[in-house]
């Protein structure tokens, strides 16, 4: 355990002060200030008793005495890296576990099978990204799932009876959302879903709403507030946030977590002691970073809704005082942050055109890094997509995702505008 405190003076230390330390004792590594990468594979036992009692615990064959900690037995279950990077993540979206993973792909897979079965309906929103898109309408399927697809953006209370037709009484065995969706931007009202699931209660068992929170959290949007029972995160993007390192992690109750961490430790879908060090790092300036990329998207969105090579701008700090979702956005979300899709007049030939001119803007899929980075959702991340549910969820062919770094503002400003001239 640590010696770092969450209370000075009667004050409750933040998060981004507690990033620094939590979780953490020097004294147990020699002082060092940060902590080190525990680059080893299995953990030696004081004794027999004691390698015995980590496994009850570990595998469910008791319940962890009051003060017991789990015992570190072998990196596939734990490791000091993940369960302090564990322990922050918590901080930021108030939650009691969380369980690191290998890939944001490696969180919504793990989490997903640990609740759906043979025979269940899954209810989800769209568009959603591509990877997951694919998971729960291809891969699912064939485990005898069926994927129900509504709508993001739009009140669900407008898509209600078509929900419920297409569930037909059948048991759902999860909820998933994202929101914002990618690459659009279109919000899903958190409430809402989580009142619909309490009206979905099947033989005692009510679907947990699990939510990625990939493109606002965990600084501008915190859903486990507002009803979810799990957030989900693409750590590679934004707590990661340099580009070097790919991650996922899930969190929740330590009750809706429990069958998570328990399948994750089966499928081998946990992160490694290097990444988990490379994400500690990263949480120190996850503020700073969220926040200065956010400044920047602020100046892009405003110029390119000014740019009359720009037919259309989805920015959540462009959302009018009368669009359907403002009261949404108002109550769920604490900033807008850093993602910006734009539809470029004309179609794909000058999508791909403005796309091959940018020089500062680096044409790469992915987000949420130090660099800003610009893609083409229909023809690379959401490919796989149908060009009917395309069309259904506006992923047009003159659409272009930019997710916007930390560079000086004017440059990205210039390099864009360039690139609109070439369009």
């Known amino acids: 355990m640590t010696t770092h405190g969450r209370e000075i ?10 990033m620094m330390g939590y979780g953490y004792d020097p004294a147990l590594s020699e002082g060092a200030i940060k902590c080190p990468i525990f680059q080893t594979s299995t953990f030696v036992f004081e004794s027999a008793e004691a390698g015995k ?34 322990d922050r993540l918590c901080l930021w979206d108030g939650a009691e576990s969380c369980a690191s993973f290998a890939s944001g792909m490696a969180a919504v897979t793990t989490s997903l099978l640990a609740y759906v079965r043979p025979g ?11 990877g997951s898109d694919h998971f729960v309408r291809h891969v699912l399927p064939t485990f005898g799932v069926t994927a129900i697809a509504f709508a993001a953006g739009e009140p669900l209370a407008a898509q ?21 969706a990618n690459p659009t931007n279109a919000l899903v009202d958190i409430r809402a879903v989580a009142a619909l699931a309490d009206e979905l209660v099947v033989d005692g068992h009510r679907p947990p709403v699990m939510v990625d929170n990939t493109f606002l959290g965990p600084i501008f949007q915190h859903p486990l507030h507002h009803g979810a029972d799990v957030v989900l995160y693409s750590a590679t993007k934004f707590i990661g946030g340099h580009s ?9 109750t330590d009750a809706v977590m429990a069958p998570i961490r328990g399948l994750r430790t089966f499928l081998g879908t946990m992160a490694s ?3 988990g060090w490379l994400l500690m790092r990263s949480l120190e300036t996850l503020k700073l970073r969220m926040t200065a990329a956010a400044q920047n998207a602020d100046q892009v969105a405003r110029f390119l ?4 090579k720009v037919a259309r701008v989805h920015w959540l700090g462009l959302l009018a005082a009368d669009h359907p979702m403002r009261e949404v956005y108002d109550r769920q979300c604490s900033g807008p942050g850093s993602l910006v899709a734009f539809e470029v007049r004309g179609g794909e030939a000058e999508a791909f055109r403005f796309l091959n001119a940018l020089r500062l803007v680096r044409l790469a899929v992915s987000l949420g890094g130090t660099e800003s980075l610009a893609e083409h959702p229909a023809t690379m991340t959401h490919a796989d997509v149908s060009p009917a549910d395309q069309a259904r969820f506006g992923i047009t062919p003159a659409l272009v995702r930019i997710s916007v770094g930390i560079e000086d503002a004017g440059d990205l400003l210039a390099d864009l505008g360039e690139a609109l001239d070439a369009a």
């Open 160 to 180: 209600r009876n078509e929900i419920l037709a297409a569930i037909g009484g059948r048991r759902v065995g999860a909820i998933l959302l994202e929101t914002p």
């Open 53 to 86: 009692a980590f496994f009850e615990v570990a595998y469910g064959l008791r319940e962890a005495d009051e003060g017991e900690a789990q015992g570190l037995i072998y990196s596939r279950l734990n490791n000091p890296d993940l369960e302090i990077l564990e």
């Open 9 to 18: 003076a009667g004050r409750a230390l933040r998060p981004e002060s507690l």
């Open 244 to 252: 070097d390192v790919i991650a996922g992690a899930a969190l929740g």
């Open 120 to 130: 269940d309906a899954l209810l989800y929103s769209a568009p959603i990204y591509g």
């Open 273 to 275: 002691p290097w990444n």
């Open 305 to 308: 809704v000014a740019h009359p």
